[in-house]
């Protein structure tokens, strides 16, 4: 009689463990403001939208928990934004100066900047809008001048990677040869290179003042009954333009294309368990519906099992905690 349960005495238990999941594997998005007071996210308790005063002690609090980093996203009040996304490539824009600081201030982290339009738009599309016979529509072509010189300024300010989320066919390209360009050949790109129309994305929209004011996105991001064809075509062509990292976004209910990806693509592979992800967890364990602790880890073992490398999570400080906690002093 085969005996299964004969591996999970809680000795063996370590050892016959193949999924690892450490603090260096979970990057911790941060959205950044100008000023002002700390502001908690109605709909993710526990998420802040930090002040530049504040952005050195929250990378400094990533850098000693273990973390392998941080991604910015930066808020405007809304009279700042304008049509064309202005605050996302000025050289003063928030985000290049919270770069900017970070680098100085914790110089052993890594610092990614989110690389899109729809947080400093006025209408909160990710690229360049104009009318046509059928309505507006996303200008595909002249969005990517406007990506590249993100990514650029992003770069400049001295980002450890820029990761591009727009969905704009050819970003990949146009930042590549932009950075190249300009003599940054080194800075790598984190394309979100699989990523969904998805309704998970609310609370991270309300976070970020980046709700599209007509329309929706689904013109440009992707459709969530599409085959796993869909997902290979994005991934094969940001491959091809040079993306370095490729990562699938939501993440759990996108499992079968992590996998999938995972064993056709030679590159690292990230998966970003997004602000729905995140407060669905965390509003269940508040009514005590579940254990947060284990639900939350269980989650991101899922993820690495899938096939992910590294994880994008706003658990990232109290999942390091906890793993720290699991290993004992």
């Avoid at 440009?220 to 040079?242: C, I, N, S, T």
């Amino acid at each position: 009689m085969e005996r299964p349960r004969r591996l999970r005495s809680p000795l063996l238990r370590p050892l016959v463990a193949e999924v690892e999941l450490s603090p260096k594997r979970l990057i911790l998005p941060l959205f950044v403001k100008e000023g002002g007071e700390r502001e908690e996210v109605p709909s993710m308790p526990g998420v802040f939208r930090h002040p530049l005063s504040e952005i050195a002690k929250v990378g400094e609090q990533a850098l000693g928990a273990g973390l392998g980093g941080v991604i910015l996203f930066g808020v405007l009040p809304e009279g700042a934004k304008d049509p064309l996304g202005r605050g996302a490539y000025a050289e003063e824009g928030v985000v290049q100066r919270a770069i900017r600081l970070l680098k100085r201030e914790v110089p052993g982290l890594l610092v990614m900047a989110d690389t899109c339009l729809c947080e400093y738009t006025d209408h909160g599309h990710c690229g360049v809008v104009r009318e046509g016979p059928s309505g507006f529509y996303v200008d595909n072509d002249a969005t990517l001048a406007l990506l590249a010189r993100t990514a650029l300024s992003q770069a400049q300010a001295g980002a450890d990677a820029v990761a591009p989320s727009a969905m704009m066919d050819g970003q990949v390209r146009a930042i590549r040869e932009a950075l190249d360009g300009a003599g940054y050949a080194h800075v790598p790109i984190l394309s979100y290179a699989v990523k969904y129309a998805s309704a998970f994305y609310g609370p991270f929209r309300e976070a970020a003042g980046s709700a599209p004011q007509f329309g929706d996105r689904a013109g440009y991001q992707m459709d969530p009954r599409a085959g796993l064809w869909d997902a290979l075509r994005e991934a094969a062509l940001d491959d091809l333009e040079g993306a370095d990292i490729l990562m699938v976004k939501p993440a759990l209910p996108y499992l079968d294309v992590l996998r999938e990806l995972k064993g056709r693509f030679a590159k690292p592979l990230f998966a970003y368990q997004v602000s729905g992800e995140y407060a669905m967890l965390k509003a269940a364990a508040l009514r005590g519906w579940l254990d947060e602790r284990r639900a939350v880890l269980e989650s991101l073992y899922a993820l690495r099992r899938a096939g992910a490398q590294g994880l994008l999570t706003y658990y990232a400080l109290e999942a390091a905690r906890w793993l720290r906690e699991e290993l004992g002093p």
